[in-house]
């Protein structure tokens, strides 16, 4: 069994950071892809960062440049800083684990966190 455990979320004023942090546990051979998700209420979740294991990223328009995703491989880790944080920020984060496989010879299978809460006081 796989597990997503996040944390670093909490209560920022505008134009502050916050660091999200998530780690995967369990029997783990490969991830393909880490990343967060947010989801505002009465929205839908959308994707705010993604890095794949070979590097490439993914950021929504609206957090270029303010965010940044990076990901320890060894410890199976994604982290998101999150600065110069704005009220529409205020979301649940969702960490996010795509292609996780348990061995080299299965599929791979997708992994959400519980959500960590990131609210942005104006």
């Known amino acids: 069994q796989v597990q997503l455990v996040e944390s670093g979320g909490g209560l920022v004023q505008a134009g502050g950071s916050l660091r999200l942090s998530c780690a995967a546990s369990?029997?783990?051979?490969?991830?393909?892809?880490m990343g967060w998700y947010r989801q505002a209420p009465g929205k839908q979740r959308e994707l705010v960062a993604l890095?794949?294991?070979?590097?490439?990223?993914n950021y929504a328009d609206s957090v270029k440049g303010r965010f940044t995703i990076s990901r320890d491989n060894a410890k199976n880790t994604v982290y998101l800083q999150m600065n110069s944080l704005k009220p529409e920020d205020t979301a649940v984060y969702y960490c996010?684990?795509?292609?996780?496989?348990?061995?080299?010879?299965?599929?791979?299978?997708?992994?959400w966190g519980q959500g960590t809460q990131v609210t942005v006081s104006s």
């Open positions: 890095l794949t294991r070979g590097g490439s990223t």
């Open positions: 369990g029997s783990i051979f490969s991830i393909n892809a």
């Open positions: 996010n684990a795509a292609g996780v496989r348990t061995s080299w010879n299965v599929r791979g299978y997708d992994y």
